[in-house]
């Protein structure tokens, strides 16, 4: 008979007489004996359910490498349901590897959105070497018709897709919109009929509003309000930097390749950048494996849960918020909300401001101001794209600044830092029309201000229509402000140059400083307005 003997199971004293020095005994591993060689020991030095539980022991010490490989698959399971570290525990700030995520974010926004107005543009640096080919016989007026059909698709598409982007990924927005308006300008450069060209040139002004919802959105995920107007104004140059490239890419591939290639180019650089968005940019934070940036309202439970270091459970878009139809979110969040519309009736006079000094200055230097010719009128104004973009920058960082430091409502003290602006947006525009005309860089000096004080109100009037609504309705408000927005900029069309046929160039700008003292009237009932966060964490 076999049985197991385990020699280090006895008892401390075990083997010794009452009175006398216990008797040492070594440990010993366990070994297979013939029960003839040693006889079995007494039942009460050696308990049956003592040999057991020492025997599992053993035999548990005897397969560490099972034991061990267990446990750390229990770790990696643990750690797999961990939310990764947003926040550094002890200084409360931002930890380093979601900032350099976070910072990949913000580049793919503001390169992808430059790209889109690589598409948009194109076309307007193109149209020269188009009109000089025989084989198109296009003409200006062609041209013309080209054009004019891309305002009134983009305006209407921006409404729509940002009421749509709601429930549709931002990333796939951004990306996707983007490579569908690259192969609409690959194919735009492949046709040479007017239709096709109408056609395919509407197609591309409403795949062009697919992109300020979108980045809209990832912006109010990845960065809380605190911050928000220094990133946004930062992403907003994306229109100067688009703008700035569009030239120099579609003009000299239009002039030195043929004007097709005024058109690829652009189509071919937004498939690519399109495509590395679509497979590398994500929603939001949580989307990422991060916590979210800021919490609406957070039940005791799951703040246990976050301190003990399980992920909370929070819905990707707000803590609180409920799915809802288009239609519903629409309605419920945005249109229902009055301090949007006095956004909007802003947004309109805003750009009445910005497309009429846009579209008519240069007339205004050469019928008022004794400037020769349109290039030299054209050289006074370009500084105009450049102090905006500088504008947009400093009203973020003042906006946020203004916040962190004095108490209130976030939006209402981004609509004050506007609401300054706008003052001296009226101001640089009577310099301008006052400004006697032998004063050629100080002509300069003061356009450049009027971009300086008109693109920082252009910026901050969407973010706060961004920051008034919660995450779930960030597009379907953004998409109506700039909808609102582009019927303002048709109005400083027609409407303006009737003015000025009519009345002259005083009753022009008569009318857009109207429009400067109209937006300051609608702001003044904001001035106090609470972000959507704030609200929630007061309820």
Known sequence: MIVAQISDIRPKHAGAKFGQAPVK??????????????PARPSLINPPHRSKCRLRTRLRAS??????????????ANAAS?????FETKSGGYTKSFLLVRMTVFLS???GYACYYLTRNSLTFTAPAMVASPALGLDITSIGVITSIFPLCYGCSKFVSGVVGDVLSPSIMLGGGLMATGLVNVAFGASSTLPVFCFLWAGNGILQGFGAPSCAKILTSWFA???RGTYWGMWNIAHNL????????AGTAARTLGWNWGLWAPGIIALSVGLLIILTLKDSPEARGFSPVEHLEAPETDLQKTIEGAAPEAPPFGMQERNISLLDNLFLNVLSNPFIWGLAFTYFCVYVVRQGITSWSVFYLIKEKGVLDAGAAAVRVSGMELGGLFGSLIAGRISDWY?????????????????????????????????????PILQAIIVFMIGFFLYGPQMLIGLCGAEIVGRRSVGASEGFLGWIAYLGAANAGVPLSLLVQQYGWNAFFAALLLACAAAIVLLAPITGAQSHVQRSMNQ
């Open 403 to 439: 916040i962190a430091t004095s108490p209130g409502g976030a939006v209402g003290k981004r609509i004050q830092v506007v609401m300054a602006y706008l003052i001296g947006v009226a101001a640089m525009l009577a310099a301008f029309k006052a400004v006697p005309s032998g004063l």
């Open 25 to 38: 005994r070594f440990r010993t591993p366990l070994r297979i004996v013939n029960a003839a060689d040693k």
């Open 82 to 86: 961990l939310p990764l570290q947003t």
């Open 109 to 111: 926004i503001l390169l």
């Open 225 to 227: 309000a605190k911050e």
């Open 63 to 76: 397969c560490p490498r099972a034991i061990v490989s267990m446990q750390r698959r229990q770790v990696l």
């Open 242 to 249: 688009g703008g700035f490239a569009a030239p120099i890419l």
